[in-house]
T-cell receptor, first 114, second 115 residues
Framework: LAKTTQPISMDSYEGQEVNITCSHN???????ITWYQQFPSQGPRFIIQ???TKVTNEVASLFIPADRKSSTLSLPRVSLSDTAVYYC???????????????FGTGTLLAVQP | EAGVAQSPRYKIIEKRQSVAFWCNPI?????LYWYQQILGQGPKLLIQ????????DSQLPKDRFSAERLKGVDSTLKIQPAKLEDSAVYLC?????????????FGPGTRLTVL
């Protein structure tokens, strides 16, 4: 059963690059790694997803080492509006098996200051 | 494209009462999820549907919670009877695919307060 561990909180300043790491030692072969962003009183919003190596989109990069036991979300040049909780999700969205459950991590509260 | 719709947005009930939440996923999305998010915690998956079949309900407290997805579209989640510890935000999400990857689109959630 894949379980994730993230830092509870992080502080940053506008314009800096922020890296948030998630540990998932028991990740299964079929599991993908997905990151979501959540603002207060809203549902989570998809940021990025990957299986291995590096994935980049217009808002973030996701680094996954060869053993896949951890992953790092990289946010380039954060702004005040990036202040939110960031969740690491490991799982196979098909579910249907004892090990393939969708489990959100504890979440990391990123506070961006001016 | 319309997003995931949920209603009501807020609900306050007393313990032992019943409550139902409704979710309308994005049109054409095969997979629908219900999550429970307690204040300060990450969302916890309660049940996952693929079309109108249940894929995973292992974390659904079946003695009091029930869910259905009629005709593979809308879904309802019911709690009967409610307990104080059921106070949480109930999130509905949908995703288009049936493969092992894919973005989930979340609704705004229903905030339930049990007194």
């Amino acid at each position: 059963l894949a379980k994730t561990t993230q830092p509870i909180s992080m502080d940053s300043y506008e314009g800096q690059e922020v890296n948030i790491t998630c540990s998932h030692n028991n990740i299964a072969t079929n599991d993908y790694i997905t990151w979501y962003q959540q603002f207060p009183s809203q549902g989570p919003r998809f940021i990025i997803q990957g299986y291995k190596t590096k994935v980049t989109n217009e808002v973030a990069s996701l680094f996954i080492p060869a053993d896949r036991k951890s992953s790092t979300l990289s946010l380039p040049r954060v702004s005040l509006s990036d202040t939110a909780v960031y969740y690491c999700l490991v799982g196979d969205s098909l579910g249907g098996g004892a090990t393939n459950k969708l489990i959100f991590g504890t979440g990391t509260l990123l506070a961006v200051q001016p | 494209e319309a997003g995931v719709a949920q209603s009501p947005r807020y609900k306050i009930i007393e313990k032992r009462q019943s409550v139902a939440f409704w979710c309308n996923p994005i049109s054409g999305h095969a997979t629908l999820y219900w999550y429970q998010q307690i204040l300060g915690q990450g969302p916890k998956l309660l049940i996952q549907f693929q079309n109108n079949g249940v894929v995973d309900d292992s974390q659904l407290p079946k003695d009091r919670f029930s869910a259905e997805r009629l005709k593979g579209v809308d879904s309802t989640l019911k709690i009967q009877p409610a307990k104080l510890e059921d106070s949480a935000v109930y999130l509905c999400a949908s995703s288009p695919g049936t493969s092992g990857s894919g973005e989930q689109f979340f609704g705004p959630g229903t905030r339930l307060t049990v007194l």
